[in-house]
């Protein structure tokens, strides 16, 4: 597929050829014209454009992994009575309360995964204390805490034995707030992922992207 851009008059003039393979292989013909005379100047629009790369594009294979269906992007045509809507959350049971004297009712940002058999979260904990209109954040610091679930319904939150709370290590904190070297580490704001790549040692497959300031 083929597509020429005439140019003239603007100190070189010059013809430009495009040819359209796929999308990933085009090539550029450029060849002097010196008997073109006036302003020529063939545009093609935007859509035309796009029309010659959706027409030479293959299908994306996706294998047999799950894709969320947001866009057009993995999608060709919608018809007949199809189309694309954003389900709504349906309330259930509560499955994680945050009652422990290191959690509070500031507790939040909860990042879940499955690793292997166990389904893994860490989030905020944190506490909000509210006095004649103000806020009151002074009972303790922001920690970054761990929950486990064999079914992703029912958790659990182990004793770590990680860091010490008003005298005791029995919670389930796996990051705290503070100085670290030549860092003031957020720990609450944590967004804790799963690593999947297969080269990545056993003990560093779970990561997190935090908040963090030198000190």
């Known amino acids: 597929m083929n597509f020429e851009f005439r140019i003239s008059n603007l100190g070189f003039p010059w013809k430009l050829g495009f040819e359209f393979f796929s ?60 189309r694309l809507e954003l389900r709504h959350p349906q309330p259930r049971e509560i499955v994680l309360v945050h009652d422990e004297p290191w959690e509070g009712t500031g507790s939040g940002y909860h990042s879940v995964f499955k690793d292997g058999d166990l389904y893994r979260m860490y989030y905020k904990a944190w506490h909000i204390d509210t006095s004649k209109g103000k806020l009151d954040t002074s009972r303790h610091p922001l920690y970054c805490c761990y929950a486990e679930s064999d079914d992703g319904i029912h958790w659990r939150k182990p004793a770590l034995g990680l860091h010490e709370f008003e005298g005791s290590k029995e919670n389930n904190i796996t990051i705290t707030s503070g100085t670290v070297g030549e860092l003031d580490v957020d720990a609450g704001h944590p967004a804790v992922f799963k690593d999947a790549n297969p080269s990545a040692p056993a003990g560093a497959r779970s990561n997190s992207a935090g908040s963090t300031s030198a000190s």
Do not use: N
């Open 23 to 82: 999308l990933t292989r085009t090539r550029l013909r450029i060849h002097p014209r010196s008997l073109l005379s006036g302003f020529t100047l063939l545009v093609f629009t935007t859509s035309l454009l796009a029309t010659a790369f959706t027409a030479t594009a293959d299908p994306i294979d996706i294998a047999s992994r799950r894709e969320l269906f947001v866009d057009d992007h993995l999608i060709e045509k919608l018809t007949g009575e199809a």
